[in-house]
């Protein structure tokens, strides 16, 4: 026979005030219900989810404008990539632009130089086609002169062999006297002719010269003025050389100065980038700092509500509720709806949410509940888990079908109730061992400044208590294991959710990089605050059951979870946590 289960309530840094057995009566709430902190703590509750919600939507305002200006940022920084980029082309051709520049300008020096040589050569070789001229002139004049003398010679030639002819003659009558002076006059003749041919040959000479002197002459003058034709295009093209050497010398200025600007503009968009980069940054931390205030919010709501719902003065159930599954139809108004339950007590039931259908809170209808009697209802409201009713405590305590029922269903986790309170006394004797035999501090027992443990993916974290922890409960842990085949784990929760030690088979090394083998593996220095853990940890119920999908690797299906609190020198330190495949 089982013994009583422990409904005690107590303030969470007093000591337990009373226990007493389970029964089929209802159980006395310590809150009446016309207490008017009920209607405060609504207010309370609403307006801190009210509160939440504007502050969760300004952080995602605020994420949503960090990234609207990070993909501004982005395509600033992109632009400015494309600047740097460019201006660095830019610089490339300028600098090409110079070389060739120089090239050119070079160039143009040595045109400007040939130019100047060939207009030199020019000069030179007019004055050196006037002397020509002059001198062929004057050899005209010489060949003139010569003519003139070869003419004379020519005529005393002629002269002198009249001469001897006349004195071969008178020789000829002189006879045998002019005998000899016949052979003078002869030999004079014979001279006097071969001065004639001498001279014909000379006068024809000179009639060459004279030609060619006179060709001589007419080439010069054409050359002449084809040099003096010449010189203004030679004059010409060394001006548009020198003006070229002086448009490549400014152009080369140009590029250097453009070369210059381009270099500071490069500098510009350097630190532009890099202040679009520090922007950028900055707008990573701002939006991953607003997603973290807004799953702050979320962590927040999500302890917040469980935290103030599970302590003595925010638990409105006057009832305990058991996971229990029965078929259903509900009629709140003008609504009418089949549906699942997935809690039930004496004060209401949790309903699974029919699909998108949400009536008005605090509209009264009546459920049918297998094959019970209609129970007369309000719609309390509607949660992630499902649609929550509330029956009327007068209808309700009429309805002996109901409390057969529930007594069913209370009967069937009571052993369970008691094993869950059991275990928590038991950590908690054994916690008050270590600090009684000075392996702990309170202080340090109760301690919440949890340090991460690096590279951990989910994150581990070490307390100041967890290592004398992890050496005294296993043997706790192992030993409650063996007592249900159904048991998948029993171990403690800080009232954070903090669980400093977990089964051998949970408690695995984390693998690198594997973050979803770990958060299945690896669940020991874990901070599990979801709904059911923060339940768990923060509940000051003498029990709370729970029912939710497993997580657990190797572990399908739903788990029923029997939680009790935990408490140490008076205080409550957090809640034992044991959970069946049922």
Not at 47 to 60: K, L, P, Q, T, Y
Not at 270 to 294: F, N, P, V, W
Not at 330 to 339: K, N, P, V
């Amino acid at each position: 026979m089982h013994r009583g289960i422990r409904r005690w309530w107590s303030r969470s840094d007093g000591p337990e005030t009373s226990a007493r057995a389970v029964g089929p009566e209802p159980t006395p709430s310590t809150t009446p219900a016309s207490d008017p902190r009920d209607g405060a703590l609504d207010a309370l509750e609403q307006d801190v989810a009210a509160s939440a919600g504007r502050i969760g939507g300004e952080f995602e305002a605020i994420g949503g404008a960090s990234a609207t200006a990070g993909e501004a940022l982005r395509e600033i920084r992109e632009a400015v990539l494309g600047v740097r980029h460019e201006s660095g082309l830019a610089g490339e051709s300028l600098v090409a632009l110079q070389a060739a520049s120089q090239r050119v300008s070079q160039a143009a020096e040595q045109v400007g130089a040939a130019m100047g040589d060939a207009h030199a050569r020019l000069d030179a070789a007019a004055t050196r086609t006037g002397e020509a001229g002059e001198m062929i002139g004057g050899l005209a004049g010489a060949t003139g002169e010569i003519r003139g003398i070869v003419d004379a010679i020519a005529e005393i030639s002629r002269q002198t062999n009249l001469l001897a002819l006349n004195a071969a003659i008178e020789a000829a009558r002189a006879g045998d006297a002019g005998r000899g002076f016949g052979i003078v006059a002869h030999e004079v003749k014979s001279l006097s002719v071969e001065v004639r041919d001498a001279a014909d040959r000379i006068r024809g000479l000179v009639d060459r010269l004279t030609q060619a002197a006179q060709g001589s002459s007419a080439l010069v003058g054409e050359a002449l003025r084809m040099v003096r034709d010449i010189d203004p295009i030679v004059r010409e093209a060394t001006e548009a050389a020198r003006r070229q050497e002086q448009v490549v010398a400014s152009l080369d200025r140009d590029a250097q100065e453009a070369a210059r600007l381009l270099g500071r503009m490069g500098e510009h968009a350097e630190r532009l980038d890099r202040s679009a980069l520090s922007a950028a940054e900055q707008g990573g931390r701002i939006r991953r700092a607003a997603d973290a205030g807004a799953r702050l919010i979320d962590g927040l709501m999500l302890r917040f509500a469980p935290s103030l719902r599970a302590s003595p003065a925010g638990d409105r159930r006057r009832f305990d509720r058991f996971p229990a599954e029965h078929s259903a139809r509900a009629r709140l108004g003008s609504l009418e709806f089949a549906a699942c339950t997935l809690d039930l007590g004496r004060g209401g039931a949790l309903l699974a949410r029919p699909g998108d259908i949400v009536p008005k809170p605090g509209i009264a209808g009546t459920i049918v509940i297998d094959n019970l009697p209609p129970l007369p209802c309000r719609f309390a409201g509607a949660s992630e888990r499902g649609l929550h009713l509330a029956f009327e405590p007068e209808a309700v305590s009429g309805c002996q079908p109901l409390a057969d029922l529930i007594e069913t269903i209370e009967r069937g986790y009571r052993p369970l109730i008691e094993r869950a309170q059991d275990f928590a006394r038991e950590v908690s004797a054994t916690m008050e061992d270590a600090l009684k035999g000075g392996l702990l501090s309170e202080a340090d027992l109760f301690d919440a400044d949890y340090v991460l443990v690096p590279g951990s993916e989910p994150p581990q974290y070490v307390s100041r208590a967890q290592p004398v922890l992890e050496r005294v409960l296993p043997p706790l842990l192992s030993r409650t294991m063996s007592c249900d085949p159904r048991l998948v784990f029993a171990l403690p929760t800080d009232r954070n959710g903090y669980v400093p030690v977990h089964h051998e088979r949970f408690s695995r090394p984390q693998r690198q990089g594997d973050p979803a083998w770990n958060a299945a593996h690896s669940r020991d220095r874990r901070i599990l605050d979801s709904r059911v853990g923060i339940v768990a940890a923060r509940s000051a119920r003498p029990f709370i059951v729970q029912s939710y999908p497993s997580e657990l690797a190797g572990v399908v299906g739903t788990l029923r979870e029997i939680d009790a609190p935990i408490r140490v020198s008076g205080r409550h330190w957090g809640g034992a946590r044991m959970a069946y495949r049922l």
